[in-house]
């Protein structure tokens, strides 16, 4: 008998719902029709619960090769998660470049070095450029270290912004700070590919 089918006869035989079994575990109703319908397993965790619901051991849940899938489908999702934090820190340390002098600005022959904030050189359309990579990359990272949204789509923005960003920089002969997105980069592109 597999899992889906232990898990419906012990609610079937102790009376209760699906709805009754989430409530206990602490998970949507949906996640205990997917189980009992084979779509998909419980967490560790989960079984541990479960198993306590139904006062059986969780060898008895689960056949050896059901629980070696559990453990590694969650062995992967924790490291997926773990990458997303990773790249969404990354991303988050581009706020340094709003605040710190990583910007080079000719004044009368010399070269300074200056905040965004402070930098009149660039035409105004690069301005605005640097303002939105510059902006956009922290939200993302934010976005990237909420539990539960789905990284993969939002690694791309990041690794696109930061393509943009270090092309803008260049073109505007900003060195410092296309090197800093550009290492930046390299750490979220190692990551993107560790997912792959």
């Not at 988050?92 to 300074?112: E, H, N, S």
Request: aromatic share 10%; proline share 3%; with cysteine.
């Amino acid at each position: 008998m597999e899992f889906h089918e232990k898990l419906q006869a012990l609610r079937k035989t102790h009376g209760l719902t699906q709805e009754a079994v989430a409530q206990a575990l602490f998970v949507s109703r949906t996640a205990v029709s997917k189980w009992e319908s084979g779509r998909g397993y419980p967490n560790i965790q989960s079984l541990k619960q479960l198993a306590k619901l139904f006062s059986v051991t969780v060898d008895e849940l689960l056949s050896g090769e059901e629980l070696l899938l559990v453990a590694e489908t969650q062995t992967a999702q924790e490291k997926a998660q773990l990458r997303n934090r990773m790249c969404g820190l990354l991303d988050c340390i581009v706020a340094v470049l709003l605040f710190l002098p990583f910007f080079r600005q000719t004044v009368a022959g010399a070269v300074q070095s200056v905040s965004i904030w402070n930098l009149s050189q660039p035409a105004s359309y690069l301005q605005l450029g640097f303002y939105a990579v510059l902006l956009s990359l922290p939200i993302v990272g934010v976005l990237l270290l909420i539990p539960g949204i789905s990284g993969r789509w939002l690694s791309a923005v990041s690794i696109l912004l930061s393509t943009v960003g270090i092309l803008l920089f260049i073109v505007s002969l900003q060195p410092y700070g296309a090197a800093f997105l550009f290492v930046l980069l390299g750490g979220k592109v190692f990551l993107w590919i560790k997912r792959h």
